[in-house]
């Protein structure tokens, strides 16, 4: 395995483990966490955070019957789950996983964006408002330049790129602001699956690139 | 205590909109608190032997926490009620799956809660189905486990975490606080603590850098 570069920053891991952050940027920043064993370490300290503060929080009251009620529903049989049948999600070159952080979300197919770029729209059911999608590029290709109005983050899934700051590789994790101008492109050799969350708009230079951004809801 | 850098480094202290709540007490209310390893060997006791009078005292050192961090974060009452027992039958029935070596039960049972907050988001977000017509449903992904060297390397004692919080500025413990009790606590940290909104992350960052440091020198 690669070595991981590029982690989420402290108030993301601190707002993941506290279980505060909007959809999109949980589910990015889970994904990173699943795949980083140094910020799941990180992260296990900071829950210790949340259990030391809920050891020291003054308690609620409770009906009086809170105890007797869930005595009665650890008797009750257990409801039969649902077999849903499911379609798998759809494949990643060996190597690559989806995250599990994705779990009960919904994914498009692979779809045309331009040569060598392929991008699958990710819906979360329970908050539309996440802007999340999957993109694939092949090797030696770029996206347009662009920034962002606001905040895109970025999880590495497979492969690697170099944005004129640093290379990423698979497990990096990446947060551009309106700050960050760049040119993502990928390395010769081998396509590249990132997996990203978009608050605000992605912002491309040119007319054309513009016209993609539009195609794509970015 | 000693002053550490952050501490001294922070802005003169504004006034607060309330007293700082004291949560990282070791006074008697803490004595009255059963130790880590009592409420580890309830859980056992629940996870090998369907122990009632264990889950009791568990239900009891721990319902009315729970709803009261539900409740913080803005959970109304009856809501809280209902996620508190939901989250106790939860420990009841994943017992057999709490690691002592993993996580202290107070973390355990701050976890459970926390993701049991967030399902009712979801719940409450309602199943939209997706607008496309050649979407894949990723419920077939499976759920996180942990591999066993990790759980064995992971250990960190609430006690640990509870000490070095003690060496922390107010405001730092504050900023936790508030990151893990309020809905909007960017909102609220800002409020609490006087400083400008643009400021806030810097400060978190500050907060749990300075915890890790004091974690790091702990032995």
Known sequence: MTTIRHHPDDELLLGLAAGRLPTGTALVVAAHVEQCAHCRSQMRDLEAVGGVLLEDVEGAELRPDALVRTMAMIDAPSKPTSTRVVAGPPPLPVGAQWPKALAGCVATRWRWIGPGMRWSRITVPWDPSANMFLLRIAPGKYLPQHTHSELELTQVLYGNFHDGRAPFGAGDFDAADPTVHHQPVVQDGCECICLASVQGRVLFDGFIARQLGALVGM | ??????????????????????????????????????????????????????????????????????????????????????????LWR???????RHASVSTWVFAIARNLRIDAFRRAGGGQQAAFDDGFDLDSLPHETLSPDEALSSAR?????????????????????????????HAQIARELGIPLGTVKSRIRGAVSQLRRLLNVTP
């Not at chain 2, 913080?72 to 939901?86: I, S, V």
């Not at chain 2, 994943?94 to 002592?100: E, L, P, S």
Request: hydrophobic letters at 45%; charged letters at 20%; a negative charge.
């Open chain 2, 157 to 185: 004692a609430t006690t640990e975490v509870r000490v070095a919080m003690r060496a922390l500025s107010a405001d730092q413990v504050q900023v936790l606080r508030l990151s893990f009790y309020e809905d909007q606590p």
């Open chain 2, 1 to 90: 205590m000693a002053p550490n850098a952050e501490a001294m480094n922070a802005d003169p202290a504004p006034l607060r909109a309330r007293p700082v709540l004291s949560v990282v007490s070791d006074g008697p209310q803490a004595s009255a608190l059963p130790c880590a390893d009592d409420l580890a060997a309830l859980v056992s006791a629940v996870a090998t032997a369907s122990d009632r009078q264990a889950f009791a005292l568990l239900f009891k050192h721990f319902a009315p926490r729970v709803k009261s961090y539900l409740m913080r974060g803005g959970t109304p009452d009856q809501q809280a009620e209902d996620l508190t027992q939901e989250a106790m039958v939860t």
């Open chain 2, 94 to 100: 994943k017992a057999a799956q709490f690691d002592a």
